[in-house]
């Protein structure tokens, strides 16, 4: 398996639904970042998401499983060649993944810059340790070899038991004792000045979930 394990190389795909949307009213820049990470990691505070963006978010959870699961399964098929039928390893990592992130992950917020219309936030997140996850499956893949030595040999019946143990391991995750640092700029929107837009939005999502799912890896 890759250093940094696949998960990191499809959270680049992962689309949030906060882009768009006239008055003051805009939510505090706080209340616009904890909106944020609650809608996009926890699955909450999607009826919020439209007074602060303007946008509907009620799809993003389902966006993200889509995404995941078809970048997961893209990037196992190329990277190992294997043929064998994993969408049902793929469905239960994702759930023990995301389940995982739920129940481990936290996050604290600080207004870094004030400002009435490019204001920044810090998250402190405190994410998944995948790094300890990624050295407990080396190990227990080695011992699965050792004791099997045609999985060394045969990608088909090997990767369905990296998965199985992948999947063991996150559900036992426990989160980083050092936060990761992901900063949130802020704008006017630009289509309504009473919402928020996110400056450079998809590299800032791709950092908040990384954090989030990855831990400081």
Partial sequence: MKKKGIISLVLVFIMSVFLTACGNDRVEPKEAADVTANALVYGKDMDKVKKVFGEDGSNSEKDFEKGFKQSFKSTITSSTGTTADIDKQVDELYTAL????????????????????????????????????????????????????????????????????????????????????????????????????????????????????????
């Fill in 98 to 217: 995301r389940n995982r992130v739920k129940e481990k992950a936290t996050y604290t917020t600080k207004v870094t810059k004030e400002d009435k219309e490019n204001p920044e936030v810090t998250y402190s997140i405190k994410g998944l340790d995948m790094g300890a996850v990624q050295q407990k499956l080396a190990s227990e893949i080695q011992k699965e070899v050792t004791s099997d030595a045609s999985l060394a040999a045969d990608q088909d019946k090997l990767m369905p038991k990296v998965l199985e143990i992948y999947t063991n391991e996150i559900k036992k995750a426990e989160a980083v004792s050092t936060p990761t640092d992901v900063k949130l700029k802020l704008k006017v929107n630009s289509k309504d000045e009473g919402k928020w837009q996110m400056d450079s939005q998809t590299t800032f999502v791709k950092d908040l979930m990384q954090a989030f799912y990855m831990g400081n890896m």
